[in-house]
C-alpha cells in the first residue's frame, strides 16, 4: 500500500509540475494575445482615422467637382459656349465677362480644394479649365467624378 500511495504522490507531483508548465505557456499566450490585440486596436484606430480624413477629402472633391460642373453648366456657360461654336460674332461686352466669371470661379475652386489636399490631378484639372474647351473639361470633370466615386465605394466596401 506505501508503495501505491508513492506511486500516486509520483503522479500527482508529475500532474503539478505538468500543469504549472501549462499555466507558464497559457500566461506567455495570454500575454502575446493582449499584446496582439493592443497593437490590433491601435491599428485599427489609426485606419479608421485614414479612412475618415480620405473620405473627407473625397467628399470635398466632389462638391468642388459638382460646383465647377455646375458652374460651367450654367446657363451663361451653355449660352456662350453655344455663341463661341456656332463661330456667330458676339459683342465682347457682357458674354466674354459671363464667361471669363465663370471660368474664375470654377479655378478658384478647383484649385483651393487641389492646394487644400496637394491633390495633383485636380491642379492638372484647373490648368485644363484654361487651356482646354469646355467639352474636354467636362469630360475629364466627369472622370474624376466617376473616379473619385468609384474609390469612395471601394473604401467604404473595405469597412
Same mark, same amino acid.
Not at 51 to 59: G, L, M, P, T, V
Given at each position: 500500500?506505501? =508503495?501505491?500511495?508513492?506511486?500516486?504522490?509520483? $503522479? %500527482?507531483? $508529475?500532474?503539478?509540475?505538468?500543469?504549472? @508548465?501549462?499555466?507558464?505557456?497559457?500566461?506567455? +499566450?495570454?500575454? &502575446?494575445?493582449?499584446?496582439? %490585440?493592443?497593437?490590433?486596436?491601435?491599428?485599427?484606430? /489609426?485606419?479608421? +482615422?485614414?479612412?475618415?480624413?480620405r473620405a473627407e *477629402?473625397?467628399?470635398?472633391?466632389?462638391?468642388? %467637382?459638382?460646383e465647377t460642373i455646375? *458652374?460651367?453648366? +450654367?446657363?451663361? &456657360?451653355?449660352?456662350?459656349?453655344?455663341?463661341?461654336?456656332?463661330? *456667330?460674332?458676339?459683342? !465682347?461686352?457682357?458674354? &466674354?465677362?459671363?464667361? =471669363?466669371?465663370?471660368?474664375? @470661379? &470654377?479655378?478658384?475652386? *478647383?484649385?483651393?480644394?487641389?492646394?487644400? /489636399?496637394? $491633390?495633383?490631378? #485636380?491642379?492638372? %484639372?484647373?490648368?485644363?479649365? @484654361?487651356?482646354?474647351?469646355?467639352?474636354?473639361?467636362? !469630360?475629364?470633370?466627369?472622370?474624376? /467624378?466617376? =473616379?473619385?466615386?468609384?474609390? #469612395?465605394? !471601394?473604401?467604404? +466596401?473595405?469597412?
Amino acid at each position: 500500500q506505501k =508503495e501505491s500511495e508513492e506511486t500516486e504522490l509520483a $503522479n %500527482l507531483l $508529475n500532474d503539478v509540475a505538468a500543469s504549472k @508548465r501549462d499555466l507558464e505557456r497559457t500566461t506567455e +499566450a495570454l500575454e &502575446a494575445d493582449e499584446e496582439f %490585440l493592443e497593437n490590433m486596436r491601435k491599428d485599427c484606430e /489609426h485606419e479608421d +482615422a485614414e479612412y475618415k480624413k480620405r473620405a473627407e *477629402i473625397r467628399s470635398e472633391e466632389l462638391v468642388a %467637382l459638382s460646383e465647377t460642373i455646375r *458652374i460651367l453648366t +450654367a446657363d451663361d &456657360a451653355r449660352e456662350l459656349y453655344d455663341k463661341t461654336m456656332s463661330f *456667330i460674332q458676339v459683342s !465682347e461686352g457682357v458674354s &466674354a465677362a459671363a464667361q =471669363e466669371r465663370a471660368v474664375e @470661379r &470654377a479655378l478658384r475652386r *478647383i484649385a483651393k480644394v487641389a492646394k487644400k /489636399h496637394n $491633390n495633383w490631378s #485636380l491642379v492638372s %484639372l484647373a490648368v485644363r479649365v @484654361r487651356l482646354d474647351a469646355f467639352v474636354k473639361v467636362k !469630360e475629364a470633370m466627369d472622370k474624376m /467624378h466617376a =473616379e473619385l466615386t468609384k474609390q #469612395l465605394k !471601394e473604401e467604404y +466596401a473595405k469597412w
